[in-house]
């Protein structure tokens, strides 16, 4: 396995965070059935950015 680049991973650390954030802030924004079909593009960007991460390592 090959080590993630310092910039590859700062990269990837803003984008899980800005992701985390955008999940709190729908979480907390409406409680009920819409707060499931809105928050599929963000389990859609952290299955990616795993696979990329995933992907680079496995180089």
């Known amino acids: 396995m090959s080590e ?28 009920g059935p819409l707060r499931a079909r809105r928050s599929w593009p963000l389990w859609l960007a952290i299955v990616l950015t795993n696979v990329a991460w995933l992907v680079v390592v496995s180089r």
């Open 4 to 31: 993630l680049s310092p910039r590859l991973r700062d990269e990837i650390d803003d984008q899980v965070a800005e992701a985390f954030d955008a999940y709190l802030a729908d979480r907390l924004a409406e409680p």
